[in-house]
């Protein structure tokens, strides 16, 4: 009977080997999806950037809270008495959104038989500070009706 042995040190370096040859192989391979989005020889047709990249538009949609704020930012103009307050700026707050400002401007007009108070004011908030001007009118029915409201 003959016995035939091999060396471990024989062995152990072709183990080794091939593991080295599969980590290289398995790197090579993960790599490859990286770079095969690359256009490294302008072989694929031009992308629209614009497109790929999106726009943000311009003004936020209406939420509650933005809502809440003009509501409480409409009561705040709308109470003012403009003979005591005259160029002195009215605070405002909302505890229900935590945000606060301050109407810098409200200038009263009438236009036929309607009142309307134009301002500018400060909106304090977790989205940052903002500057907006408006127009809150008296209606018919003696409520006030906030006309306009743009972010400037």
Same mark, same amino acid.
């Given at each position: ?16 080997? *091939? ?11 993960? $790599? ?6 690359? +256009? $490294?020889? /302008? ?10 990249? *999106? ?13 809440? +704020?003009?509501?409480?930012?409409? %009561?705040?103009?709308?109470?003012? +008495?403009?003979?005591?307050? *005259? =160029? ?5 707050? %909302? !505890?229900?959104? /935590?945000? =606060? *400002? ?6 009263? =007009?009438? %236009? ?9 004011? !400060? ?15 008296? !209606? /018919?029915? /003696?409520?006030?009706?906030? !006309? ?5």
């Amino acid at each position: 009977m003959v016995v035939i042995a091999k060396s471990k040190s024989r062995t152990k370096r072709s183990f080794l080997l *091939g593991r080295r040859a599969a980590a290289l192989c398995l790197a090579g391979f993960s $790599l490859a999806g990286c770079t095969s989005s690359l +256009d $490294l020889f /302008g072989s694929s047709p031009k992308v629209d950037r614009s497109i790929a990249t *999106g726009t943000v538009p311009g003004t936020p949609p209406h939420t509650g809270a933005t809502l809440s +704020d003009e509501a409480t930012v409409r %009561n705040a103009v709308s109470s003012a +008495d403009l003979a005591k307050v *005259g =160029a002195a700026s009215v605070p405002w707050a %909302n !505890t229900a959104t /935590g945000s =606060a *400002g301050v109407v810098s401007q409200i200038h009263e =007009a009438r %236009n036929g038989e309607q009142i309307c108070r134009a301002f500018t004011t !400060t909106r304090h908030s977790y989205e940052g500070i903002a500057m907006f001007s408006g127009q809150t009118c008296l !209606t /018919g029915s /003696g409520d006030w009706m906030l !006309t306009a409201f743009d972010r400037q």
